[in-house]
């Protein structure tokens, strides 16, 4: 199953619509021609009484292409950052609300590259190792008239420094600071909800 996020609302991609159909969703669409999934999708949108949607198809790999056809495609890539103990974790407070670095991949870089890169300019450190790969997140947004769909990939990470963190204010973040592992649940309750399925596939909290 993929989900896909468009702010605090989710659309399933599934091809198990009996397990995956529950009380939440008040949108279904059985995946049929381009026109009536489009159709579908910007009904979805609009609609903003519509919190979450699955649209179903027997092959989950055509289905996901199919709608990824719907939108123009990002790629980036993002890390859950640790402090060499890992008893905490590197966060940042970007247009007002709680976030972990991530950015768009440039041209030649893999999504490694690109993830310590993307963190070591955010956050002002240097060299942080990757250490696992954790999954990727998929949203949707308008940027210039266009509305995007970006799918990033996460890696875990640790940074064996003891540099303190700058934010990039130019990419609007505020501040950033080590978050304490204890409390990862109020963070994962403050954070996007594409940033708290990180955090489940991570482990750090419960699905």
Known sequence: MYKIFLKDRVVLLTDSIDSDLTAEVNGIHKLGSDG?????????????????????????????????????NLLAAGGLVWNTEKTHFLTMCRLG??????????????????????????????????????GSSFHIYH??????????????MIYH??????????????????????EVAKFAEATYPSIKEILKNAGLIQT
């Open 36 to 72: 009536e999934l489009k159709r579908f999708l910007a009904d979805f949108e609009n609609n903003e009484n519509r919190t979450q949607a699955v649209i179903y198809h027997h092959n989950q790999h055509e289905l996901f292409q199919r709608f990824r056809s719907c939108y123009k």
């Open 143 to 156: 940027l210039n008239n266009q509305v995007i769909l970006k799918e990033t990939r996460w890696f875990e």
């Open 97 to 134: 609300r709680p976030d972990l670095p991530k950015g768009k991949v440039e041209i030649e870089e893999t999504f490694e590259m690109a993830a310590i890169r993307e963190v070591e300019e955010e956050c002002g450190i240097r060299k942080p190792e990757i250490i696992n790969k954790i």
């Open 161 to 182: 420094g003891d540099s303190t963190p700058v934010p990039q204010h130019e990419e609007n973040i505020s501040n950033i600071r080590w978050f304490d592992k204890k």
